[in-house]
Structures are given as structure tokens and as C-alpha cells.
């Protein structure tokens, strides 16, 4: 079966879809084009800043999509075949993912701009507000330890390619340190010179190409200056990794993180566009199995394994954090909501069926599947023969792949140690700058901890990376984050607004959410107790997830049974009732 007609029905698919159930969404939600959003009342030109849907699209989908459409849907299908991915990826994109960004993202903006977690304290209770709270900052702990040591992993060793090439794993360093100077410099002069963004963009992504161009030129090996092997430069880079986290997440927003989320926005789309001309042109077939197996042979079952290991791409709870935490504030109109919230999780999803692409032209025995290579390089290596095609050295291609990949972590890591601060902040009432930075400490400290940990595999003695002892638990918990916050949502539609239509739209998929997300979160538990003992302190952060979860949900199901006083009324637009 040819892959360009997989992917191309795909996209015609996810294209219908913002056409029709997307309009069906802003209709019911009541967008409207003429209700000044928060970053047009409240504009401070620091966090309250209206930017166009164009350039707010690029810097949104930039944060949202990260690794997670990537590394999710290359190992589900490797897990359990490319057809299960796929399918989830669409629907759930469609009829839940889309739905949750969008909704959290309109919920924000009738609220100030404020949180989802303000949000659900307003319509629910202040004991639902703590108990959300504490979980978002559990989860965004998550989502930093498994990002920062996925990234890591591609500044180590060496990618040797199909035509004898290879790709150095210092030379993704140097292009790597080399880009995170390009955005400090454009924001410097955007902040202070004439210079538009629109030269800005023609002048610094062309300069991003040099710097993926040059850096086999001047490959900064961190394990050859230091004196130590790969494993523990891994560890080293980690720690850098999350001190560059601290950083970030002090600095001002239009100093690194708005200028590097336009230039990473770019990234998404030439790798998208680059991709679909290479599949175009190249005439890839499938190759690997639609379906493998229910159950894998490390026992993990399609359910719910496959709904929490494909998280970005299909539903992912930290999209709600984000597109009610920094997007909100930038909104130009009520109507661009539309195309930044369920078209972003579209573009997204796109991202995802493409990464799965990469799985899908690859033969079950090939040394990539068989070899149990990352994610991050199975994914480059597909980019790079797909851009192969076009005329782009496999070379270049890869090292872009691999550039891409850590340019989307990037965004995610700085945005959700920038969140972790602002959720401890509001927990401990820190609002001086001492508090500032004791906040932010914690929230890139508490991830040294882990990925600063040896797992051993007792089957084979061999060390586990920390990635993927996270990766299962990330997505379990990332996805009961979607699940409280459709719950905090749908609380927020048939209490204040009567829209009963709240009930089936988000109602829906915050059962399916809980039920997939705290079944695949106990099976986890029970397998870590199992395989490491009662002293894994990850299964009992596992624990702690669960517990918050289903209190969180017992406040929600006190709110909507009437059991808990009315919320205050609030002079908000309205949204349908039926």
C-alpha cells in the first residue's frame, strides 16, 4: 500500500474536520470577533501581548507539539502496528484533543486569562483548585524529566546512516547551543530596534539553516572534553538541559521564549512540508505490519497502553496549561481561538501521523525496530530519507530532524518550568523575587533527582534510560491531566453557562479520559512494584496521581450534583445552551 495515500487521507480527514465539527465548536462556544479578548484590555506588552493568528499559531503549536506527536506514535506503532496509532491518532484528535485545547483555551480567555486551574477554582472548589494544582506540578516534573533526558540522548554518540554517513551526536550539541543564541539576539533587536518580525524572520531562519549546516564542522563533544564515556555525559547534559531550564523560565518572555517559539513554529512546518514532498515524490510503500499484537511480548496490552503512550498527537492535558497559561494572553480575537486551539491540535496531529510514517516505511526486522534505537533517531532517519528524495543530503536531513526535535523540547521545557514556578508561587503565596527563584529551583531541581538515577533492567542487567522508565507514567498522567481539565471544563459549560450540550462534547470524553488514563496508571504501579520493589519512588509518585485524580473527581461529581454553593456570578459571554 502506498504511504502517500495513508497520509494524504489523513490530512483530508483532519481538514474536514476543522471545517465542520471545529465551526460546530465555535458556534456552540459563541465566539465572537468583536469581544475584546484580555491581551487587548489588559496589554502590558510583557505578558499581555495580541499578536497575529499567523505568528501566534507558529509560536503555539511550537509549545504544544514538542516530542510528544514524535516519540509517542513511533513507539506505539512499533508496539502494536501502525493501524491502532493511526486510528487513535484521528479520532482522538478529532473528537477529544481538539476539543479540550479549544475549550480550555476560550475558557481562559472568558476568565481574564486566567489558569485552568483559576478556572476549576471558581466553578468548583477551593479544595478542587489545590488538589489540581498540586497534580499539574507533579505532571509538569514529569514532562521535564522525560523531555530533558530524551534530548540528551541526541547530543551522545554517533547516527550512522543507511549510505555509510554519519551523524554525530556533538555536532547536534553545537547546532543546538548555536540556535538557543538566535533567539536572544532577535529579541534584542525586535525589543529594541525598528527591526519588524517579518525581517526578522527572513534574516534569522535562514542564520538557524547555517548553524544546523555548520555544526559537523565544529562538533562539541562533551564526553571527549571531559574525560568520560556516553552514559555519564548523557547524565551531564541532563543537568545542563535543566539548568537551562532555570534560566529560561526567569528571563523575559519576549527575550527567548516568543522569538525561539516563532523560529521553532517554522521548524514544525518545513519539516511537515519537506516530508509530504518527499512522500509525494519518493513513492515510500508501507512496510511494517498494520497490526502486531494485542499484547506486547513486555506485556503491555493495546489497552490502554496505546492511548497513554500516543498522548501529544491524539489528546494531551498539557496543552491546557499552556494555551491557558501564555496563548491566552496573546489572543488577538475570540474567533482566532479557533484555528490557535483545535487547528493547532489538527497541525499537531499531522505531525504525529507523520512521525508514524517513519515506523510505517521501515521493515519489522529492520536493525532501527530490532536494534531498539530511540524514538528521536527513528524519527530522523525517516525525515532524512524522505528529504533524501528532494535532493537534501541524508546527512543534513538527519541532523535537521534530529535539530527539530530538540527545538520542539526546547519550548516545552523552558514552558513548563515556567508554569511549575507559577504553580508553586500560587501554592506557597511566593511572590517576592526570593520566592521567584526558589519556585523555579525546585521545579528544574526535583528532575535532577531523577534523571540523575541508574535503573537496572533485572531480565537483562543492562541500564534502563530514563526517558523510558518515564515515558509510560508521563503519558498516564498527561492524559489524566486532559481528563481533569475536560472535567474542570464541562463543570465550568453546564453550571455557569446551562449548555447542555457540554454533557456528550466534553462530558464524553472526560469519562473515556479517567477510565483509560487511571486504568493505564495502576497497571503501571503494580508492574514497577513488581519489577524494582516497594522502594521505586516512581510508582509511588504514581500513587499520589491516582489519588489526586479521583478526589478531583468526587469534588467535580459533588459540583454538578448540586451538592457544593453556586458559583459567583460573572459578567461573561454568553455560550449555547442546547
Known sequence: MSLMFIISLSGVLLLIAYHTYGSCLARWLRLDPDAPTPAMEMRDDVDYVPIEPKFLLGQHFSAIAAAG???????????FGWLPALLWILIGSILIGGVHDLVALVASIRHKARSITEVVREHMTQRSYLLFLS???????????????????????VVALENGQQVKGGAIATSSLLYLALPLVMGLLLRYTRLSLGWATAIFLPLVGLAIWVGPYIPFDIASVLGIDDNQAHVVWDVLLLAYCFVASVVPMWLLLQPRGHLGGYFLYIALGGSALGLLLGGKSIEYPAFTAWTTPKGDMLFPMLFITIACGACSGFHSIIASGTTSKQLRKETDAKVIGYGAMLLEAMVAVVSLSCVMMLAKDS???????????????????????????????VAFALMAFTTFVYDTLDVCTRLGRYILQELTGWSDRKGQMLATALTAGVPVLFVMRTTIDPVTGSVIPVWKTFWSLFGASNQLLAALTLLGVTVWLVRAKNARWAWYVTGLPTVWMYI?????????????????GLADPVAWVGIILVILALLMLVEGCRVLLGNTPPAPPRAEPAVATA
Do not use: E
Not at 499539574?136 to 541526541?154: K, N
Not at 483509560?516 to 524494582?532: E, G, P, Q
Open 69 to 79: 506527536p514524535i516519540v509517542g506514535p513511533i513507539l506505539a506503532g512499533v508496539m
Open 135 to 157: 497534580f499539574v506540578w507533579i505532571a509538569l516534573v514529569y514532562i521535564i524529566v522525560a523531555f530533558t533526558d530524551i534530548t540528551a540522548s541526541s547530543f551522545i554518540g
Open 367 to 397: 536493525p532501527l525496530i530490532t536494534g531498539g534505537k530511540a524514538p528521536n533517531f527513528i524519527y530522523a532517519q525517516g525525515i532524512g530519507n524522505l528529504l533524501a528524495v528532494v535532493g537534501i543530503p541524508a546527512s543534513f536531513g
Open 516 to 532: 483509560v488514563s487511571v486504568f493505564a496508571l495502576i497497571t503501571l504501579i503494580l508492574r514497577s512494584f513488581h519489577t524494582f
